[in-house]
């Protein structure tokens, strides 16, 4: 018996179509995936499904049954409950006092039903949630549990999870596979969101691919591989098996020296201290929003520290201007593109030149011929796919954004490069190349720091690795082999604090 059966969903938000009639079907107690990259209309569908959006064209069945989903709670009078990939909890309340609110009844609940309710439901289904602890003192992996528990408590038997393993540790995930397991057996249909193939992999039943808002396939998950999503995901074939360069690490080019800052009376960074080597990739695991952020805006000078040092080449550049930095030699990949590596209403031709402006100019004026042929260069060496040179910068796919990035920073021959979230939102192609161009600087000498809460990334092309949990780096750095990825998880989840995390100790 089919869930969920959607057939020729359209959805344009003017001239762009997002969705171009998608058929979908879900059945009754799978874990389905809904695959594809960043903009391939997989959210969009979803919104639909849930109300959020509605369809152009295209009819919608729940249960057999033709329904108009016009808004969330119509959606879940049907039992479809959705999960965000940003939680909507109240960090104050209560489990159960989350729960309860948006409920019709929630006035006229006495509390102690609410938190039987839950105890049963989470018996049930393996959930483990204490209804009375507060939503501020639990982990990001509680908080989606609870999530998911709001959903079940509303009679949900369709549940929609947008990129449900963002923001987890290893531990969380697997404990989050076992809950969904659990779920699917007990007759309740899941929806995954996602672009993790592993996860793909370990996790479904069966999987749909869309590529630019249309679908490609649905496949059963046993009768696929990862090479064949991946093709499908992008249109031709990607190999994600990145070898490491073999480099001896040179001189020393970052040292970080007991570094603190603060913002708003609350610690950002306490006491980091770690330090880069040439030809060396020193890469920083953590849960996002334990100090990365800070971290990598510290060294770029966008963010004062306020005890401690910053070395580059062995000359220090805290308290100095972002001007001076940059000839030091610091080349920094922002995590947000858009808003911190490029203005976006410039040129390809402008971006790539935004920093460097005194070397295409003449007696005051700027050289737009040699600035031309600068971008002409550059956009076919880093194969920015473009309408040319003067196309704006905000009109390229975010992969190409990061191509014209990494060519403007890569040009200027940096000692260090400051990676921060290379990869985020990027389709598998493009993660390809943006890894390899991250291999390559460090074979030509560069110290990488890569600064990602993607652990494949981490693992894939790092030297040596460091944990950040809350403000510290925390446990010891290891050379990046035989790790334990248990123990790893537990340092990003802050239980395990002290000691080494390889297997070879």
Known sequence: MNSVVMQKIVKKFGSFCANDNVDFTLKKGEIHALLGENGAGKTTLMNILYGIYAADQGSIFINEKEVEITSPRVAMSYGIGMVHQHFMLVPNFTVAENIALGTKERFWLKKSLVERDIAELSQKYGLKIDPMAKVANLSV??????????????????????????????????????????LAENGVSIIIITHK???????????????????????????????????????????????????????????????????????????????????????????????????????????EITEGEILLSGEKINGTSVENIIKKGLSYIPEDRLKDGLIGDFSIEDNFIIQILNNFTKHGLLQKKVIKKNA???????????????????????????????????????????AVQPTRGLDI??????????????????????????????????????????????????????????????????VEQDGDFSNAS
């Open 197 to 303: 193939l592993d996860e793909v992999m370990a996790i479904t039943d069966r999987v749909t691919v869309l590529r630019l808002g249309r679908k490609v396939a649905t496949v059963e998950t046993k009768e696929t591989t990862k090479r064949e999503l991946a093709k499908m995901m992008v249109g031709h074939e990607v190999f994600l098996n990145i070898q490491k360069p073999k480099v001896e690490a040179g001189e020393t080019i970052l040292e970080l020296n007991n570094v603190c800052a603060r913002e708003n009376d609350t610690e950002k960074l306490k006491n980091v201290s770690f330090s880069v080597r040439a030809g060396e990739i020193v890469g920083i695991a953590g849960v996002d929003g334990n100090g990365q952020s800070e971290l990598a805006r510290s060294i770029a000078g966008l963010f």
């Open 429 to 494: 192609g493009a993660i390809e190349y943006v890894w390899g161009r991250i291999n390559e600087a460090k074979k030509n000498g560069v110290a990488v720091l890569l600064i990602s809460t993607e652990l494949d990334e981490i693992l894939t092309l790092s030297d040596r690795i460091l944990v950040m949990y809350e403000g510290k780096i925390v446990g010891e750095p290891i050379e990046n082999r035989d790790v334990d990825i248990q123990k790893l998880g537990l340092l990003m989840a802050g």
């Open 141 to 182: 992996g509680e908080q989606e549990r609870v999530e998911i528990m709001k959903a079940l408590y509303r009679k949900a038997e369709i549940l929609i999870l947008d990129e449900p393993t963002a923001v987890l540790t290893p531990q969380e995930t697997e404990a989050l596979f076992v809950v969904l397991r659990n």
């Open 376 to 418: 002409e260069r550059l956009i076919k060496e880093y194969d920015v796919r473009s309408k040319g040179p003067t196309q704006q910068a905000k009109l390229l796919s975010g992969g190409n954004q990061q191509k014209l990035i990494f060519a403007r920073e890569l040009e200027r021959s940096p000692k260090l490069l400051l």
